[in-house]
């Protein structure tokens, strides 16, 4: 019995590392899925400093209590919503591409407008400010993210989306240990306003390339 469940074990385990390197195979030739993975993992990186430093940015930068913190919270929540239901509409005038590379462009500008906020006199002014910049900020994120999904699924063969996502999202997640990471070692080295400055130009610097790369033409349908 116990040889009986030795041999199902090894062939379940045999199959399984067969499929896997199916996927493997398949994601390294395939320039949609590489591209696609490389945007997710630079998106990743340039929203680490919004998402991880909130609390120093709220405190430190922007002088304002704990309540500031519910006000992000919400906003991004509510955009993330609205980024969802709005893409189909958004999706028929604006194409996937444009979608993944502006909308990345974007979210670096959005640093500069975070950076403006403090130096609102009011406030007032910083909340309001504070919460449309937020609501952008999750409407964008949003967007970007579900575009990718409907990506997968939509271009990626159907005998490979499970064994492709799940590539996909080992790497888009090992990205973020790595860049809290750095981004740890960076915070002590610069204050916030720089270091979302640093940030915001690296965005847009990076999702510039990745537009202009020959890979992301594969994005176009």
């Known amino acids: 019995m116990n040889e009986e469940k030795r041999k199902v074990a090894g062939f379940q385990i045999r199959g399984y590392v067969g499929t896997l390197k199916e996927g493997f195979v398949y994601f390294k030739g395939s320039r949609l899925a ?30 304002l209590d704990v309540f500031a913190m519910s006000v992000g919270g919400t906003a991004i929540t509510v955009g993330m919503i609205l980024g969802a239901l709005c893409l189909p509409v958004v999706s028929q005038r604006i194409s996937e591409k444009r979608l993944l590379i502006h909308g990345g462009i974007l979210i670096g500008i959005l640093y500069f407008f975070y950076i403006f906020i403090g130096m ?94 020959k890979g992301v033409r594969k994005i176009e349908k």
Do not use: H, W
């Open 120 to 213: 609102i006199p009011s406030d007032m002014g910083k909340y309001i400010s504070y919460f449309a910049v937020a609501f952008v900020f999750g409407f964008l994120n949003s967007v970007i993210g579900v575009t990718v999904q409907v990506i997968f699924v939509s271009r990626v063969p159907e005998e490979f989306v499970g064994r492709i996502s799940g590539i996909f999202n080992a790497l888009a997640c090992s990205s973020l240990p790595v860049g809290s990471f750095l981004l740890a070692g960076l915070s002590a080295a610069f204050p916030i306003a720089e270091l979302y400055l640093l940030t915001g130009s690296l965005s847009i610097a990076g999702f510039i390339l990745i537009g202009r790369s």
């Open 34 to 63: 590489v591209m696609v993975c490389v945007i997710c993992v630079v998106q990743n990186l340039c929203t680490l400093p919004i998402e991880n430093l909130q609390a120093a940015y709220i405190g430190e930068y922007l002088r």
